[in-house]
């Protein structure tokens, strides 16, 4: 038993070479089926690449904020590291603390 491949032609939405019909309304029918594959093409790619946009935006915004949380910490950060360094310094100029003689041990 012997299948033939070359089976009867399926319609399957795409472009059609509309010129080979001779018939007008043929062609026209054909004609209307490619704007609408187009159309249907264009609704589909235009609202794949909003989404796509949108999920980018989303993305966007999320690292603003994480940036903006990062900056604040940033900006302890440096708050502290002014504040240790003043109290650095203060110790380092209180009168007393580095002057001060060594206590000379008992009994020699």
């Known amino acids: 038993m012997c299948v033939s491949s070359a089976g009867h032609a399926q319609d399957i939405p795409g472009i059609e070479i509309c010129t080979a019909e001779k018939a ?25 690449q909003q989404q796509k946009l949108d999920a980018a935006n989303r993305q966007i915004q999320a690292l603003k904020a994480a940036l903006i949380s990062q900056q604040g910490l940033i900006d302890e950060l440096k708050a502290s590291q002014a504040k240790l360094a003043d109290e650095l310094r203060k110790k380092a100029d209180a009168p007393g603390a580095k002057d001060a003689a060594p206590a000379k041990p008992a009994g020699k």
């Open 24 to 48: 007008m309304d043929r062609r026209t029918s054909c004609l209307q089926s490619n704007i609408d594959f187009l159309q249907k093409t264009m609704t589909k790619q235009a609202l794949d």
